[in-house]
């Protein structure tokens, strides 16, 4: 992933993007481009990504089994990606009620549905689960499960946006 996709601050405090096709209201239907879903869900992957990466390698490090393992890191999955929205419409001046309320709201579906395949997609990989970090097998079933979470999730993100919800709530905020 590249600087870019890192940098959500820009994302969502750059005005000068193109709004006509996400709505300015909840509930209202706008049209939604490939391109903001394709935005939306890098945002998103990239959240979940960093979450379940740091969950995976403290769970390894504390020698943790694969349950708790899973938990933490679907747990920071979450966590990062709310922070990442919630940190953007913090600075664009919306207090803290409202801007968590921004981000479960913009959020919630799209991650838990990067969770749901990403795991998935792990826990289906014969011997992916008892890999360790330093084994290739780790890390080809934990990026390609983020490839199919990011190709399952970015239609749902389009279909959500395209109704005034999902990553649409985050833009009627700017």
Avoid at 14 to 31: C, F, I, K, N
Avoid at 39 to 49: D, P, R, V
Avoid at 88 to 112: E, H
């Amino acid at each position: 992933m590249g600087t870019k996709a890192m940098d959500h601050s820009t994302h969502h405090t750059d005005t000068t993007h193109d709004h006509d096709h996400t709505a300015t209201h909840p509930g209202t239907h706008a049209r939604a481009s490939w391109p903001m879903a394709v935005k939306a869900t890098l945002h998103c992957l990239t959240g979940c990504a960093i979450g379940e990466i740091l969950g995976m390698v403290i769970g390894t490090a504390l020698l943790w089994g694969n349950v708790p393992t899973m938990i933490l890191a679907i747990a920071l999955a979450f966590l990062f990606g709310y922070s990442f929205t919630l940190f953007a419409v913090l600075r664009v001046g919306l207090d803290l009620k409202s801007a968590i309320k921004v981000a479960l709201a913009a959020d919630t579906v799209s991650i838990a549905v990067m969770e749901f395949v990403d795991n998935a997609i792990i826990a289906l990989t014969p011997g992916a689960m008892d890999a360790h970090l330093s084994d290739g097998l780790f890390w080809s079933a934990l990026l390609g499960g983020f490839g199919v979470a990011f190709l399952v999730t970015t239609p749902i993100n389009k279909w959500m946006i395209g109704r005034g919800k999902g990553h649409a709530v985050v833009h009627a905020h700017h």
